[in-house]
């Protein structure tokens, strides 16, 4: 079974800083890793998604991540916050092939993003 | 397109009364999920249907829980009774195939059993 750890429930950045929210999985297969997003009153937006091929993963508003698997990795970043990027951030695995594309979320990081 | 819709956004009942939540998916796609996020913790997978058939409802928390997706068309998910940890918002997601490669979510329906 597969598993997600995000660490730190709270991160808080002033506007301009670096955001790095992290995350570390446990699969006993290669996983494919997603970030998630969720603004206030919205839905889940894909923010980007490593699938087995590049390891450096960019995505949708300045945001990437780097799949390590030496350390178990999946950590978010983007050099420079906006206000606009508070919200609620989801790392999440999936195992293909057994678990017909179920994702295993971890337990979410709120980021606030200071003036 | 259309996103995946999700309604009502809210709803609050009382315990042992029952709610309906329905989710309309992307027209086309014929995996729809459930999910769950109580208060405080992380978001959980409750089904997975292929068009009408359930492929996976290991997350169903109980028997109070129902899950139909007549037609492979909308889907839902109703709860009866309904028990004060039956709170949280449940999220539908939907993809035109299972790949692993992530799909579009609801803006979810906030329950409130009280």
């Known amino acids: 079974a597969q598993s997600v750890t995000q660490l730190g429930s709270h991160v808080s950045v002033s506007e301009g800083a670096l955001v790095l929210l992290r995350c570390n999985y446990s699969?006993?297969?290669?996983?494919?890793l997603f970030w998630y997003v969720q603004y206030p009153n919205q839905g889940l937006q894909l923010l980007l998604k490593?699938?087995?091929?590049?390891?450096l993963v960019k995505g949708i508003n300045g945001f990437e991540a780097e799949f390590k698997k030496s350390e178990t990795s999946f950590h978010l970043t983007k050099p420079s916050a906006h206000m606009s990027d508070a919200a609620e951030y989801f790392c999440?695995?999936?195992?293909?092939?057994?678990?017909?594309?179920?994702?295993?979320f971890g337990q979410g990081t709120i980021l606030t993003v200071h003036p | 397109e259309a996103g995946v819709t999700q309604f009502p956004s809210h709803s609050v009942i009382e315990k042992g009364q029952t709610v309906t939540l329905r989710c309309d998916p992307i027209s086309g796609h014929d995996n729809l999920y459930w999910y769950r996020r109580v208060m405080g913790k992380e978001i959980k997978f409750l089904l997975h249907?292929?068009?009408?058939?359930?492929?996976?409802e290991s997350g169903m928390p109980n028997n109070r829980f129902l899950a139909e997706r007549t037609g492979g068309t909308y889907s839902t998910l109703k709860v009866q009774p309904a028990e004060l940890e039956d709170s949280g918002v449940y999220f539908c997601?939907?993809?035109?195939?299972?790949?692993?490669?992530?799909?579009?979510f609801g803006s979810g329906t906030r329950l409130t059993v009280v």
């Open positions: 249907f292929v068009k009408e058939s359930k492929q996976d």
């Open positions: 490593y699938t087995s091929a590049a390891t």
């Open positions: 699969s006993s297969v290669p996983p494919y």
């Open positions: 999440a695995v999936s195992v293909i092939g057994t678990s017909y594309g179920k994702l295993t």
């Open positions: 997601a939907s993809s035109p195939w299972v790949t692993g490669y992530g799909y579009t």
